[in-house]
């Protein structure tokens, strides 16, 4: 019996996997040889999708990117000598992009089946559960206390600090919500695990649930993944016939059940309050705070709310301890981080490596550069609502710290690159534009803000007396700064980001000088 293996991935389908699937057994038939075809998760290496993997004495071998017309081919290379093929990959654990990663969330990307919770054990999975049920509420909070993991997400906020929060909050009724509205341009790394390895993040919910009293979760999906819906929802099924969600979790005695809410695509819902409001059935707005979701959130009730990496990140924590992930990284920026290339990149994909690394490093080290094959411009990090940043400061650190000291943020971790045929005067009008249309309306910095913003930049590029675009950059740094420190929430405070940076580092597209651009 051949066995090969195909990723199920939604990027992997979009590219061609499920018709080379077809041609491997079409061929397998016509060669009247057994042949086995599991579909697993993505490793993450895109660049090489379909990605093809079989087994052999050295591991698992790739070919790719394989189309149905490489099928006669390749079959004669899996039965003969595969290293002779021109797409062979060799050791797939052996690519450079891949061996030199530090996967925990992402160790079983690639390798097991989505939906086999035989394969999830198999690879250490809900070992930290098992651990989670032999301790008390108080020393579960503490263990992901001292790990040190803080929110995948644009605040960074303290995990464990929430968690106790919550724990120590009054209700007859606690929630755990996952904010899975991955939104961000360039971000992919939510939609890989939950459609990849989806019992991690029940998992990573589970063990919050029993650590703060919470019975139900939810998670908040975008109606734009509907491979991750599903995914979860058998999973749920799943789970659930293998005794891990329902009325005696893991031999718990106690109860704990997941649903899924699909949101419908506004950006503004990712935000943690208007995501509450969503999934209460109505409009996503952002609630003033205080009160925080910790203490009053769906419903009125203490719920933890956290993304998909964060909660993804707990099981680990559990199962080997808080000093061993505590061990991955520096400073106050713990643990790993799974890193997306997108854009203008020749090796797109996720890389996850410990805090620390440089943007150089992931940009040109894993990315390869840009795949025009011209300079690098700028990467823009964080997110549509994140900084661009120069390649004369590509050797920061991917630390919180070290960008939040240079006016930047790492958010979700995604990093889309550019070349230097991008023109930043329009990315920063884009931005803002991008502001104004998914604003929830609720606060005059964020509704009113953008839309100006959008008429100054306009102004600038058109003007030609030099006195007047100077006048009109002083505006629009003041603008900046009012939404900054003035909007509700971080919809309106980060589109300064984008803008500032690009107005600061790329003056010339704007028609200034640097001179202009810094008084």
């Known amino acids: 019996m051949l066995t090969v293996y195909v990723p199920c991935d939604s990027v992997a389908r979009a590219v061609g996997a499920d018709q080379v699937v077809d041609a491997l057994q079409r061929e397998a038939l016509q060669r009247q040889l057994p042949l086995d ?8 290496l895109y660049w090489l999708e379909p990605l093809v993997e079989c087994d052999s004495v050295q591991g698992r071998v790739g070919f790719g990117p394989v189309t149905p017309q490489d099928v006669p081919s390749l079959f004669d290379a899996l039965l003969g000598e595969a290293v002779g093929h ?12 891949l061996k030199t990663q530090q996967r925990l969330l992402f160790a079983r990307a690639g390798i097991t089946r989505p939906l086999s919770v035989e394969d999830y054990r198999a690879h250490g999975g809900f070992a930290g559960l098992e651990a989670a049920v032999a301790m008390k509420g108080d020393d579960v909070v503490a263990s992901v206390l001292d790990s040190g993991l803080r929110g995948r997400g644009g605040a960074a906020f303290p995990a464990g600090i929430k968690w106790r929060t919550v724990r120590g909050a009054t209700g ?11 939104g961000d341009s360039g971000t992919f790394a939510d939609r890989m695990l939950m459609e990849g390895d989806p019992f991690l993040l029940i998992e990573g919910m589970i063990i919050a649930g029993l650590a703060v009293g919470a019975d139900r979760g939810y998670i908040y999906v975008r109606s734009e993944y509907p491979d991750a819906i599903r995914t979860l929802n058998q999973a749920f099924v799943v789970a659930r016939e293998a005794g891990y969600l329902g009325a005696n979790v893991a031999g718990s005695g106690k109860a704990f059940e997941l649903e899924v809410r699909v949101g419908a695509g506004a950006y503004i819902c990712g935000e943690e309050t208007a995501l509450l409001e969503s999934i209460e059935g109505k409009r996503g ?4 705070k205080p009160p925080l979701p910790a203490l009053e959130g769906l419903f009125g009730l203490p719920t933890l709310v956290h993304n998909v990496l964060t909660l993804a990140s707990v099981p680990i924590i559990l199962a080997k301890g808080a000093a061993f992930y505590r061990d991955f990284g520096m400073g106050r920026s713990l643990g790993t981080m799974p890193f997306q290339l997108a854009g203008n990149i020749r090796h797109g994909g996720l890389v996850e490596r410990a805090f ?3 943007l150089r490093e992931l940009v040109e080290g894993y990315g390869g550069g840009t795949a025009s094959g011209r300079p ?12 661009w940043v120069p390649p004369s400061h590509f050797d920061t650190p991917l630390d919180y710290e070290a960008f939040a000291a240079m006016g930047a943020m790492l958010g979700h971790g995604g990093v889309v690159v550019a070349d230097d045929t ?3 005067a329009s990315m920063a009008r884009f931005a803002l534009q991008f502001c104004a249309e998914e604003s929830c309306g609720k606060c005059t910095p964020c509704r009113i803000g953008s839309t100006r913003g959008m008429e100054v930049v306009d102004r600038l590029i058109a003007s030609q007396d030099i006195t007047d675009r100077h006048d009109h950059a002083l505006l629009l740094r003041d603008l900046c700064d009012t939404m900054q420190y003035g909007s509700l929430c971080a919809m309106g405070g980060m589109t300064a980001y984008p803008v500032a940076s690009a107005l600061k580092y790329f003056p010339a597209d704007f ?4 001179t202009e651009a810094a008084q």
Do not use: F, H, W
Not at 37 to 44: E, K, M, N
């Open 37 to 44: 075809v599991q579909r697993t998760s993505a490793r993450g």
């Open 86 to 97: 021109a797409l062979a990959l060799g050791p797939v654990e052996a690519i450079p992009y």
């Open 172 to 182: 007859g009724q606690k929630y755990v919500v996952c904010n899975a509205d991955e």
């Open 285 to 288: 707005i952002v609630r003033a």
């Open 356 to 358: 620390g690394l440089t």
């Open 376 to 387: 690098l411009k700028a990467a823009q990090v964080g997110g549509p609502l994140g900084a």
């Open 422 to 424: 991008l023109n930043m």
């Open 511 to 514: 028609g200034l000088t640097q």
